[in-house]
């Protein structure tokens, strides 16, 4: 809904978007024709041809990744500026008994924190999601079309990868409640404790109102270090079934280019398309976490 009025906008950021992400799939591709249709035969004029190429998109996915990370922005500062100013005109219609059962700090919190939140779920969050999940797609669809004994080798990890991602869901959706939780009680305290200091200063109630703080803020830093721990645990691991896909890759790989099955091409556009299949499996957790703060 908060898109309709910058519909040419969005269009071009959409539009860049899927043309990066398609640029950003090309390079590994055309290092495995350099190698096996350049090096391999000595082929010079192939080989500056593909190099040619390969410098072409390169400027293309420069070019089309600068427009989509504008268009993008300009189009999600706008939004999240519309939802401001909604959120503080839905405020002004609420009844005073509203105000009467919720901190004002809350409230505060809703309106900075949760916002900030979604700008950055709005200005990187919905490009992360489609071109991590395009990539992933576009980058299995490619390992399949050039080996699928190797693509099937390699995919065997993914077991592995879907359940400590489940596990990590789980857990970060657990923590990151406490710690929204946990904000808003700090926004609350600060502004209840800043907006009443003339009574606090009156009553001598300095050392308390610090202690409270404290108490609080220890908290909101208990919930932030479980988070940590989490991803502390799994990013590592991701990085872990990486190598380990590229060890399966280059020890069945190198089997198969023995075998005459493969070529040494394919081989190294395997490892480089190892690489761009778990990249994105890592902003999407990330983009998760985003997702959940």
Same mark, same amino acid.
């Given at each position: ?6 519909? %040419? ?19 590994? =591709?055309?290092?495995? $024709? ?63 008994? #509203? ?30 999601? $489609? ?12 390992? =399949? ?6 693509? %099937? ?16 869901? $789980? ?31 009156? #009553?001598?109630? +300095? ?8 108490? $609080?803020?220890?908290? &909101?830093? +208990? ?10 645990? &799994?990013?590592?691991?991701?990085? =872990? ?25 394919? %081989? ?22 985003? =997702?959940?703060?």
């Amino acid at each position: 809904r908060y898109t309709k009025q910058y519909r %040419l906008r969005t269009t071009l950021a959409v539009v860049s978007l899927l043309l990066a992400t398609l640029t950003g799939l090309i390079p590994p =591709f055309l290092a495995k $024709v350099a190698i096996d249709d350049g090096v391999r035969k000595g082929d010079l004029d192939a080989l500056t041809v593909v190099i040619g190429v390969l410098l072409v998109a390169g400027l293309a996915n420069l070019l089309t990744s600068a427009a989509q990370t504008y268009f993008t922005g300009w189009t999600g500062e706008r939004i999240l500026a519309d939802l401001r100013n909604d959120l503080f005109r839905h405020l002004q219609r609420l009844s005073l008994g #509203f105000y009467e059962r919720n901190r004002a700090g809350v409230v505060i919190s809703r309106l900075t924190n949760d916002v900030d939140a979604l700008d950055q779920l709005v200005t990187d969050g919905v490009t992360t999601l $489609v071109q991590s999940g395009l990539t992933l797609v576009g980058t299995t669809i490619i390992l =399949f079309y050039l080996d699928w004994k190797l693509a %099937l080798a390699t995919v065997t990890v993914i077991p592995l990868l879907v359940l400590a991602t489940r596990i990590f869901r $789980v857990r970060s959706a657990r923590a990151y409640s406490q710690v929204r939780e946990r904000l808003g009680l700090v926004t609350a305290t600060l502004a209840e404790d800043i907006a009443g200091m003339r009574v606090v200063q009156a #009553f001598t109630r +300095e050392p308390r109102n610090q202690g409270h703080f404290e108490d $609080v803020n220890s908290h &909101y830093r +208990e919930a932030n270090q479980q988070t940590v721990v989490l991803n502390g645990l &799994y990013f590592p691991f991701v990085d =872990f079934l990486s190598a380990a896909a590229t060890a399966i890759v280059l020890g069945f790989g190198g089997y198969l280019v023995f075998d005459g099955q493969t070529t040494p091409g394919t %081989l190294f556009a395997f490892i480089l398309y190892v690489s761009n299949f778990f990249d994105p499996v890592q902003q999407l957790s990330q983009l998760y976490n985003t =997702f959940l703060a």
